[in-house]
């Protein structure tokens, strides 16, 4: 059973439009929740982690935690065709073993 | 500032052969580092985490080995590649800690094809 499920798993927006992605955790020990994102080709980049409930920003992005429902979603305002990639999100265990389990992502395409 | 670099780029490879995939970091010492597997498309799954020189933990079985021979280096390899063996192989790396809060920072990858 996945731990970690991220849905839609496609979304396409409008350049300029908002982006909502959704991801919800099966497991209550975890840590921090973390946004990554894909590019074509490449590794991961960390966008933001969260462990407080309640929203987090950074830039465009804003992450929003409910502890109680293990529910994190990613908004992502004024949508550029360079956010167009694999959003994935994961979960950090307790402990130091840098455990990460991540989700089966979502493709978000952004409409120039 | 920090620099990750894994070799090969790309490697297509006969079922049965051996494989050694490596990974260098450079401007940080004494690293966490990790090897995660994703199949074409697909989620990313840890392999293995290092801590220390000569200390390698697995978390999945999927008939490879690792081995951290110097501090900025993590080798993986195997001495029989399966079909199931293709994907995207990630290198990363965290910092002094190792524990939930740190960030992971991942490599560009090396692209392995079984044939």
């Known amino acids: 059973q996945q731990k970690v499920q991220q849905s839609p798993e496609s979304l396409s927006v409008p350049e300029g439009g908002m982006a909502s992605l959704n991801c919800t955790s099966s497991?209550?020990?975890?840590?921090y929740f973390w946004w990554y994102r894909q590019h074509s080709g490449e590794g991961p980049k960390a966008l933001m982690?969260?462990?407080?409930?309640g929203d987090k920003k950074e830039g465009r992005f804003t992450a929003h935690l409910n502890k109680a429902s293990l529910h994190v979603s990613l908004h992502i305002r004024d949508s550029q065709p360079s956010d167009s990639a694999l959003y994935f999100c994961?979960?950090?265990?307790?402990?130091?073993?840098?455990?990460?389990?991540f989700g089966l992502g979502t493709t978000l395409q952004v409409q120039p | 500032a920090q620099t990750i670099h894994q070799w090969p780029v790309a490697e297509i490879k006969a079922v049965g052969s051996p494989l050694s995939l490596g990974c260098t970091i450079k401007?940080?010492?004494?690293?966490?580092l990790y090897w995660y597997w994703q199949a074409t498309g697909g989620t990313l799954q840890q392999l293995f985490y290092?801590?220390?020189?000569?200390?390698v933990e697995s978390v999945v079985q999927l008939n490879l080995s690792a081995s951290r021979p110097k501090d900025d280096q993590f080798i993986l390899s195997t001495e029989k590649l399966l079909l199931s063996h293709s994907g995207f192989y990630l290198c990363?790396?965290?910092?002094?800690?190792?524990?939930?809060?740190?960030?992971?920072?991942f490599g560009p990858g090396t692209r392995l094809l079984v044939l």
């Open positions: 990363a790396w965290s910092g002094d800690w190792g524990g939930a809060q740190d960030t992971q920072y």
């Open positions: 497991d209550r020990n975890f840590q």
């Open positions: 982690s969260i462990f407080s409930d």
């Open positions: 994961a979960v950090s265990l307790t402990g130091n073993t840098g455990k990460l389990i």
């Open positions: 401007g940080k010492s004494s690293p966490n």
């Open positions: 290092s801590i220390t020189v000569g200390q």
